[in-house]
């Protein structure tokens, strides 16, 4: 069975810095797609970034960037120059090829501070 | 380009009774996928529709059924509702493909007395 697991359920960092949110996960699919979504107060949970396992290449979208570790299954999401914007909760989900469902982790907690 | 919309926003109901939440896809998707979100929790997997038919299903009882009518809008129904029960229900639309992005509205939140 797919895990997903977020270890740190809270953190914090000050605007304009960079801050690391991990997750690490377990499957048995060869291929599989691994996401990142925000859900701030508003409660809507938005899509921040996308890889595909097959691809060796982090992905990035702008100040987002993940660092996919296959072997290790590690999947971590760098946020560079922090924005007050960026303060909501984080999930890591993953879904395997031939599954629609995704499985999603416990959440981080991320506050920016001015 | 309307996003995923749900309603109602809120709902409050009482144990024993049931409840139906609905969903309209973003533009252009097919395939509309339900999950649920306790409080502090990540969602879980309900089920998902694709050409009106139930695709895939998580972990839940029979209580919680599902339609998608042909312009892909879908329900979700819960019968003999549990104080359990009681979360944000988050639908989520794509296009047909396990490949495809999940693109979620603001949840449906149900709070059972």
């Known amino acids: 069975a797919q895990t997903v697991t977020q270890s740190q359920p809270e953190m914090s960092v000050q605007e304009a810095e960079t801050v690391t949110l991990s997750c690490t996960y377990d499957t048995s699919e060869n291929n599989y797609y691994l996401f990142w979504y925000k859900q701030p107060p508003s409660r809507q949970m938005i899509l921040v970034i996308r890889?595909?396992?097959?691809?060796?290449q982090n992905a990035t979208e702008n100040r987002f960037s993940v660092n996919f570790q296959k072997a290790a299954k590690s999947f971590s999401l760098k946020i560079s120059d922090s924005q007050l914007g960026d303060t909501a909760m984080y999930f890591c989900a993953s879904n395997g090829a031939g599954t629609y469902k995704y499985i999603f982790g416990t959440g981080t907690r991320l506050k920016v501070l001015a | 380009d309307a996003g995923v919309t749900q309603s109602p926003t809120h709902l409050i109901k009482t144990r024993g009774q049931q409840v139906t939440l609905r969903c309209s896809p973003k533009?252009?998707?097919?395939?509309v996928s339900w999950y649920q979100q306790a409080l502090g929790q990540g969602p879980q997997f309900i089920f998902q529709y694709y050409e009106e038919e139930e695709r895939q299903r998580g972990n839940f009882p029979d209580r919680f059924s599902g339609h998608q009518f042909p312009n892909y809008s879908s329900e979700l129904n819960v019968n003999a509702l549990l104080l359990g029960d009681s979360a944000l229900y988050l639908c989520?639309?794509?296009?047909?493909?396990?490949?495809?992005?999940?693109?979620f509205g603001d949840g449906t939140r149900l709070s059972i007395l």
């Open positions: 533009s252009g998707h097919d395939t």
């Open positions: 890889q595909e396992a097959y691809k060796q």
């Open positions: 989520a639309s794509s296009l047909t493909g396990y490949d495809q992005p999940q693109h």
